[in-house]
């Protein structure tokens, strides 16, 4: 009886792990395929792109160096861009955050909100966080020129969306208990969310609003490539003049300051939501 | 007594009050640093002039070019011929006349609807307006002579020496110059989408389409009729139906293949990052600075590079995300794994199990609820940045978005890639998060 069982589960086994492998082996074939297909459709070859895979970043490390100490001085003439950038994203990012906690008040089902408004938020919030930015972006810069200001709309009405999912799960999990307390005093909607909610949701509201701030950096950066402004702009031009030591300044500065923001913002995050809650 | 106790209710007021007042002032100056940076950025931004300068009747134009197209008849009043084209276009003239235009180059009279009529006769025309009149022009030496109805010119006209311009409604425009009168009528849709204008399968209805497909008679002989009009949709010169579905392919290719790749080197990576896995700290270093590098850089930067490499197409893509989502998942993956209960191993390791088997059954059934909910979440992430790094020369739909973005002629092509563009995000979106609630345990919708 245990030995009928014993092979009946061996061979159960052995299916499943034909099976795992079959579909292991599909998957690599079918990666193989779509990177010869991927070849195929391409400009360049794989191959003859491999080899000179190194020509273009040597070749603005090598215009860097024949600048010497002229390269260090193109930093501060980059720097208004760059400047302009990191505003593009920090405006966004406080405009999409202010709409964010509307959006994710509204649509948290321990908040006593209407039942019905829930669902629609929810796929208002869903819409705007599917939709690509490129394209608002590339709408109003024919709208209103080329300026940062479509890129900041636009990279805030996709923040709205993306933060506003998350500050409503935060919501969700929050203690109703100072809520109800609340209530007992007398208090209002809003003044049940002025002191019971803001105070408790804060510190995560916090560390997504610093997470999304970096995000919102380098989608700023890549805008300003359609003319939206900032270090993309200044990128886009010195790639197509093909100024090489300009190119290496500008993919220096935006590395830096992609790093500095890094750990600034996640110093902040440990900061706010504590080491032990952070991952 | 009571004294007493009303000072000491009192007291507790003002410690309330002073607390809550402590309480508030931190948010209070942030706000009012969140405000003054505000009204920075309101200046660095120069928002007022910008204000001045926006224009809104673009956006309106825009939206309205989208949605309608306008099929001009002009007659030109040097050589005395005239012609009725879909956007004035060479290419798409009728040879037979539309139905609401009569006559010929000479006479002919132009009906616009509802009781708007233009009628042109050598170099005068006429056109009725319900409700104001007929506004008649004639063309006399060098001057326009226009007769107005009684009373106020209305603002939709402007009647000078030079030029007549009228539109009374939305869609219906009648202009004269010295050198030629044209009418615009136009029309709601999207003109020549199935076919174009010069085949012989424009304008027919879906039932007769399956008619010809079905009938033998050979409209190419060198096809059937099936095929024919499959070529001729997909061929399409000015919507270009076959091109757009190749670059909706290729973008959909770079997302997927850049994050198996990602997800495959990941994945061993973040073993030999994980202190748990790997007790060599100067290798976990190592490794660790790799994630960080490929991904700091960027995938902005990385797409720039590749496309100096490797040209333009769906590979430069696929690599670009490949590269920065190595060090996201990688990094994400090596959190989890230090993460793990060490428990399962070791009740895996005391069958006598070896380090494979012990990865194999102990540490990978742990943490592939994680690897499959992050991969399926990027690649839904990246089909959104495949269509930017796309747009920046990278290929796929975001370069031939640009591209009929650049041209600024066609706006219901822009309207169309638009249209496909986020279908596309939409079914990346859902289908991923049907795939994370199906295949993660426990999953509840979100």
Same mark, same amino acid.
């Not at chain 1, 991927?38 to 080899?51: E, I, P, R, T, V």
């Not at chain 2, 928002?47 to 949605?67: F, H, M, N, P, Y």
């Not at chain 2, 012989?200 to 099936?226: C, Q, T, Y």
């Not at chain 2, 660790?288 to 769906?314: C, E, K, N, Q, Y």
């Given at each position: 009886?245990?030995?009928?069982?014993?092979?009946?589960?061996?061979?159960?086994?052995?299916?499943?792990?034909?099976?795992?492998?079959?579909?292991?082996?599909?998957?690599?074939?079918?990666?193989?395929?779509?990177?010869?297909?991927?070849?195929?459709?391409?400009?360049?070859?794989?191959?003859?792109?491999?080899?000179?895979?190194?020509?273009?970043?040597?070749?603005?490390?090598?215009?860097?160096?024949?600048?010497?100490?002229?390269?260090?001085?193109?930093?501060?003439?980059?720097?208004?861009?760059?400047?302009?950038?990191?505003?593009?994203?920090?405006?966004?990012?406080?405009?999409?955050?202010?709409?964010?906690?509307?959006?994710?008040?509204?649509?948290?089902?321990?908040?006593?909100?209407?039942?019905?408004?829930?669902?629609?938020?929810?796929?208002?919030?869903?819409?705007?966080?599917?939709?690509?930015?490129?394209?608002?972006?590339?709408?109003?810069?024919?709208?209103?020129?080329?300026?940062?200001?479509?890129?900041?709309?636009?990279?805030?009405?996709?923040?709205?969306?993306?933060?506003?999912?998350?500050?409503?799960?935060?919501?969700?999990?929050?203690?109703?208990?100072?809520?109800?307390?609340?209530?007992?005093?007398?208090?209002?909607?809003?003044?049940?969310?002025?002191?019971?909610?803001?105070?408790?949701?804060?510190?995560?509201?916090?560390?997504?609003?610093?997470?999304?701030?970096?995000?919102?950096?380098?989608?700023?950066?890549?805008?300003?490539?359609?003319?939206?402004?900032?270090?993309?702009?200044?990128l886009s031009r010195a790639i197509g003049w093909g100024a090489?030591?300009?190119?290496?300044?500008?993919?220096?500065?935006?590395?830096?300051?992609?790093?500095?923001?890094?750990?600034?913002?996640?110093?902040?995050?440990?900061?706010?939501?504590?080491?032990?809650?952070?991952? | 007594?009571?004294?007493?106790?009303?000072?000491?209710?009192?007291?507790?007021?003002?410690?309330?009050?002073?607390?809550?007042?402590?309480?508030?002032?931190?948010?209070?100056?942030?706000l009012v640093g969140v405000a003054l940076y505000l009204i920075?950025?309101?200046? %660095?931004?120069?928002?007022?002039?910008?204000?001045?300068?926006?224009?809104?009747?673009?956006?309106?134009?825009?939206?309205?070019?989208?949605?309608?197209?306008?099929?001009?008849?002009?007659?030109?009043?040097?050589?005395?011929?005239?012609?009725?084209?879909?956007?004035?276009?060479?290419?798409?003239?009728?040879?037979?006349?539309?139905?609401?235009?009569?006559?010929?180059?000479?006479?002919?009279?132009?009906?616009?609807?509802?009781?708007?009529?233009?009628?042109?006769?050598?170099?005068?025309?006429?056109?009725?307006?319900?409700?104001?009149?007929?506004?008649?022009?004639?063309?006399?030496?060098?001057?326009?002579?226009?007769?107005?109805?009684?009373?106020?010119?209305?603002?939709?006209?402007?009647?000078?020496?030079?030029?007549?311009?009228?539109?009374p409604t939305f869609s219906r425009r009648v202009q004269m110059?010295?050198?030629?009168?044209?009418?615009?009528?136009?029309?709601?849709?999207?003109?020549?989408?199935?076919?174009?204008?010069?085949?012989?399968?424009?304008?027919?209805?879906?039932?007769?389409?399956?008619?010809?497909?079905?009938?033998?008679?050979?409209?190419?002989?060198?096809?059937?009729?099936?095929?024919?009009?499959?070529?001729?949709?997909?061929?399409?010169?000015?919507?270009?139906?076959?091109?757009? %579905?190749?670059?909706?392919?290729?973008?959909?290719?770079?997302?997927?293949?850049?994050?198996?790749?990602?997800?495959?080197?990941?994945?061993?990576?973040?073993?030999?990052?994980?202190?748990?896995?790997?007790?060599?700290?100067?290798?976990?270093?190592?490794?660790?600075?790799?994630?960080?590098?490929?991904?700091?850089?960027?995938?902005?930067?990385?797409?720039?590079?590749?496309?100096?490499?490797?040209?333009?197409?769906?590979?430069?893509?696929?690599?670009?995300?490949?590269?920065?989502?190595?060090?996201?998942?990688?990094?994400?993956?090596?959190?989890?794994?230090?993460?793990?209960?060490?428990?399962?191993?070791?009740?895996?390791?005391?069958?006598?199990?070896?380090?494979?088997?012990?990865?194999?059954?102990?540490?990978?059934?742990?943490?592939?609820?994680?690897?499959?909910?992050?991969?399926?979440?990027?690649?839904?992430?990246?089909?959104?940045?495949?269509?930017?790094?796309?747009?920046?020369?990278?290929?796929?739909?975001?370069?031939?978005?640009?591209?009929?973005?650049?041209?600024?002629?066609?706006?219901?092509?822009?309207?169309?890639?638009?249209?496909?563009?986020?279908?596309?995000?939409?079914?990346?979106?859902?289908?991923?998060?049907?795939?994370?609630?199906?295949?993660?345990?426990?999953?509840?919708?979100?």
């Amino acid at each position: 009886m245990v030995d009928v069982m014993r092979q009946d589960l061996l061979a159960l086994e052995g299916r499943r792990r034909l099976y795992t492998g079959l579909s292991v082996v599909l998957l690599i074939a079918v990666v193989a395929a779509g990177y010869r297909e991927a070849s195929a459709l391409n400009s360049g070859g794989f191959l003859q792109g491999l080899l000179k895979f190194f020509d273009y970043p040597s070749q603005i490390v090598m215009q860097a160096w024949d600048q010497g100490w002229e390269f260090w001085s193109l930093f501060p003439k980059f720097l208004p861009a760059l400047i302009e950038t990191i505003n593009i994203a920090a405006v966004a990012t406080i405009i999409g955050a202010v709409f964010a906690t509307v959006l994710s008040l509204a649509s948290s089902r321990n908040l006593e909100v209407p039942a019905a408004i829930i669902p629609v938020v929810r796929r208002i919030m869903d819409i705007m966080r599917a939709f690509p930015e490129l394209i608002i972006a590339l709408f109003l810069i024919f709208v209103l020129g080329a300026s940062p200001v479509p890129a900041a709309i636009a990279v805030a009405f996709h923040t709205s969306g993306a933060l506003g999912k998350l500050f409503s799960e935060v919501n969700e999990n929050i203690d109703v208990k100072p809520l109800e307390g609340l209530k007992a005093t007398g208090s209002n909607w809003l003044q049940r969310v002025r002191f019971g909610v803001i105070p408790q949701v804060l510190p995560n509201y916090s560390s997504y609003f610093l997470l999304r701030f970096e995000i919102n950096v380098r989608a700023s950066a890549i805008l300003g490539f359609v003319g939206a402004g900032g270090i993309g702009t200044e990128l886009s031009r010195a790639i197509g003049w093909g100024a090489g030591s300009e190119v290496a300044a500008l993919f220096l500065m935006l590395f830096l300051s992609i790093v500095a923001i890094d750990q600034l913002s996640s110093y902040l995050r440990r900061h706010f939501v504590g080491a032990e809650n952070f991952s | 007594m009571v004294a007493a106790t009303e000072q000491s209710t009192a007291l507790m007021a003002e410690t309330v009050r002073v607390s809550v007042r402590k309480a508030s002032t931190v948010p209070m100056l942030l706000l009012v640093g969140v405000a003054l940076y505000l009204i920075y950025a309101w200046n %660095a931004f120069d928002i007022t002039a910008l204000l001045e300068r926006a224009q809104l009747s673009k956006g309106a134009l825009l939206i309205s070019d989208s949605v309608a197209y306008k099929t001009h008849v002009t007659k030109n009043l040097r050589r005395g011929d005239f012609e009725v084209a879909i956007e004035g276009e060479r290419h798409a003239t009728y040879k037979d006349l539309p139905d609401w235009v009569r006559g010929d180059a000479d006479k002919f009279s132009v009906d616009l609807g509802d009781g708007y009529v233009v009628r042109v006769e050598d170099k005068s025309l006429a056109f009725e307006v319900p409700g104001y009149g007929t506004i008649r022009s004639e063309l006399v030496g060098k001057k326009i002579v226009t007769e107005l109805p009684e009373g106020p010119v209305p603002d939709w006209l402007k009647a000078r020496d030079v030029k007549l311009d009228a539109r009374p409604t939305f869609s219906r425009r009648v202009q004269m110059s010295r050198a030629k009168i044209e009418i615009h009528k136009f029309d709601y849709g999207w003109e020549n989408f199935w076919f174009p204008f010069t085949s012989v399968l424009h304008g027919k209805s879906f039932g007769e389409l399956l008619e010809i497909a079905g009938s033998p008679e050979r409209l190419d002989a060198d096809m059937p009729n099936w095929r024919f009009i499959l070529s001729s949709f997909w061929g399409n010169p000015e919507w270009q139906h076959g091109i757009v %579905a190749v670059a909706l392919f290729e973008t959909i290719l770079m997302a997927v293949l850049g994050t198996v790749t990602a997800a495959a080197c990941g994945l061993p990576l973040a073993f030999v990052a994980a202190s748990n896995f790997n007790p060599n700290g100067t290798l976990r270093f190592v490794v660790r600075r790799i994630f960080d590098f490929v991904r700091g850089i960027d995938m902005l930067i990385w797409s720039l590079i590749f496309i100096r490499a490797f040209g333009l197409g769906p590979l430069t893509g696929s690599l670009a995300i490949a590269f920065t989502d190595t060090g996201s998942l990688g990094k994400l993956f090596s959190e989890a794994l230090e993460n793990i209960d060490r428990k399962q191993v070791e009740g895996v390791e005391s069958t006598g199990a070896n380090r494979w088997q012990r990865y194999r059954f102990g540490v990978i059934p742990q943490i592939l609820p994680v690897f499959t909910s992050q991969f399926l979440y990027y690649v839904e992430s990246n089909t959104r940045s495949a269509t930017v790094i796309g747009a920046l020369g990278a290929g796929g739909i975001g370069l031939v978005l640009v591209e009929t973005m650049r041209t600024q002629r066609d706006w219901e092509n822009t309207f169309y890639i638009i249209g496909l563009i986020i279908v596309m995000v939409f079914i990346m979106d859902s289908s991923s998060s049907w795939l994370r609630r199906k295949l993660i345990a426990g999953g509840e919708k979100r």
